[in-house]
């Protein structure tokens, strides 16, 4: 009967645990502040649209071999992003572990005794084993114990736990994500100024040759006489300050493949990226909706999951109200030698069962439960002002990208004004119609209009690239793990 009694025991607490509800709201998200379309979009077409491209590596729509092979030494050697992955790693084995609590925990115990009168038994070790020989007359006591402990999840504290754990690994590999698409950008936008430097530095090698052919000008008419010594002082230090700048430039773009190469998990040393000029075309991803922004971003994806974190943790809380349930059993097998250990007439077995609840806590509980819904209130204002941040970045690269493409072409024109009249400038010299000093003016100005050009195209790539990471590059919520 008392077996029976403790069989159905089981059956009852087994059959309502496996029935019984998790006590805590279930998650919803919550809505957030989300437009119809983007404010800067209207009346802007990019340059080169790229629909077709490969989202997976969204830095193909440069179309640039060194920075592809670039951009793929990222996601193996970047070690922040490794770091990253880790944290995922141990996410993960969270979750094994407060999964691992819905069972039963279940051990085993062995011992072997042997007592006697008369000489100490002496010991031999074998191969096989400790061997015990001796004449002395004993006796032998071997048990096999076997126990168990279990505490049903009957009112779900321990799923709404599972429930947490699984939406924080969440979390981590949207981290994981977001650190590899924030190494990817960075190291695009670093590609991109290097290159700027290359072609400030072609800029500055053709503006010497021209600064040298001026300074030579200058002395050979001073030294026939029909120009100032001063004219040519302020020729020569024209070429020397353009020659300063060179040097500058190439110390800039020495710090940037440097970067790039620490950004790729390499020693700078052991990584050289040959000269060659910034790119002339700036692609840009169709950006689409802004509702868009909740499923690519993985920012934004991170502070949803966090939210259904936090918003399970409730349950866990309100489940400290109820009672917890232990089921406990012990099977123990004894006898005089190994071959009767486990039979049935020296088993002994227990069964049992037990309940504790709090009565008395002066309020811990009704606290922590308001503490668990305060902090799943101050994750929802964080995703709420994750997605506004997002939108604001989004729309501050596209009013970039168009007032950038605007002054491309107005900084092109003026480049081309000014290299009139800087020729103008030094025949009307060479004529003597007009002072050294509007040459010098003139070529300086023509020199800054220049590298504006470039500056302005180095800033649209960059911003291109931004937005881009504002987006999400190609990354989706559906990449999220599902456990």
Same mark, same amino acid.
Request: hydrophobic share 45%; aromatic share 6%; proline share 4%.
């Given at each position: ?12 607490v087994v059959l309502g645990s496996l029935s019984a509800c998790a006590v805590g709201p279930d998650y919803r998200r919550p809505t957030a502040p989300v437009a119809e379309g983007f404010k ?7 340059a080169t649209p790229a629909d077709a491209i490969d989202r997976g590596a969204w830095w193909s729509v440069y179309k640039d071999p060194e920075l592809d092979s670039l951009e793929q030494q ?144 200058? $002395? +050979? !008419? ?6 100032? @010594? *001063?004219? #040519?002082?302020? /020729?020569? =230090?024209? %070429?020397?300050? &353009? $020659? +300063? !700048? ?6 800039? @773009? *020495?710090? #940037?493949?440097? /970067?790039? =190469?620490? %950004?790729?998990? &390499? ?64 099977v123990e097998f004894a006898g005089s030698s190994l071959s009767n250990v486990v039979s049935a007439a020296d088993r002994v077995w227990s069964l049992g069962g037990a309940a504790t609840e ?126």
């Amino acid at each position: 009967m008392r077996r029976a009694g403790s069989r159905r025991l089981i059956a009852v607490v087994v059959l309502g645990s496996l029935s019984a509800c998790a006590v805590g709201p279930d998650y919803r998200r919550p809505t957030a502040p989300v437009a119809e379309g983007f404010k800067e979009l209207p009346g802007w077409k990019p340059a080169t649209p790229a629909d077709a491209i490969d989202r997976g590596a969204w830095w193909s729509v440069y179309k640039d071999p060194e920075l592809d092979s670039l951009e793929q030494q990222v996601q193996l050697s970047n070690q922040n992003v490794r770091q990253y992955a880790a944290q995922y790693a141990e996410a993960l084995a969270m979750v094994r572990e407060v999964r691992a609590e819905l069972f039963p925990t279940i051990g085993a115990s062995f011992s072997a005794t042997h007592s006697g009168t008369g000489a100490i038994p002496l010991t031999t070790t074998t191969g096989a084993g400790a061997v015990v020989g001796s004449s002395a007359k004993g006796s032998s006591e071997y048990s096999l114990t076997g126990s168990g402990t279990w505490s049903p999840d009957i009112w779900g504290s321990i799923r709404r736990q599972l429930e947490s754990q699984k939406a924080l690994a969440q979390v981590d590999a949207a981290d994981l994500a977001n650190a590899l698409l924030s190494a990817q950008a960075t190291l695009a936008q670093d590609y991109f100024e290097l290159r700027a430097s290359d072609s400030m530095q072609d800029l500055l090698t053709e503006v010497i040759k021209d600064y040298q052919k001026t300074a030579d000008i200058t $002395q +050979s !008419q001073y030294k026939f006489g029909t120009a100032s @010594r *001063g004219d #040519y002082m302020s /020729a020569l =230090a024209q %070429l020397q300050a &353009a $020659q +300063s !700048q060179l040097i500058a430039t190439r110390e800039a @773009r *020495g710090q #940037y493949e440097h /970067a790039i =190469a620490v %950004l790729a998990g &390499a020693p700078p040393a052991q990584l050289s990226i040959a000269h060659a000029a910034l790119a002339t075309d700036v692609p840009v991803v169709p950006s689409g909706l802004p509702s868009a922004l909740l499923e690519r971003n993985p920012t934004v994806a991170a502070a949803e999951r966090q939210m259904k974190a936090e918003n399970a943790l409730i349950g866990v809380a309100v489940a400290a109200y109820y009672p917890t349930v232990t089921l406990t059993g012990l099977v123990e097998f004894a006898g005089s030698s190994l071959s009767n250990v486990v039979s049935a007439a020296d088993r002994v077995w227990s069964l049992g069962g037990a309940a504790t609840e709090t009565l008395f806590d002066a309020g811990e509980r009704s606290a922590a439960v308001a503490a668990a819904r305060a902090n799943y209130d101050a994750s929802v204002a964080t995703y709420r002002e994750t997605v506004l941040t997002t939108l604001q970045g989004v729309e501050d690269q596209l009013i970039a990208l168009h007032t950038l493409q605007d002054e491309s072409v107005t900084a092109g024109q003026a480049a081309d004004s000014a290299k009139q009249a800087a020729d103008v400038a030094l025949e009307e010299y060479k004529a003597g119609t007009v002072a050294f000093t509007t040459v010098i003016t003139d070529d300086e100005v023509y020199l800054t209009d220049r590298q504006t050009v470039v500056t302005v195209q180095q800033n649209r790539l960059v911003a291109s690239v931004t937005l881009i990471e504002e987006l999400g590059g190609g990354w989706a919520t559906s990449e999220l793990p599902k456990l």
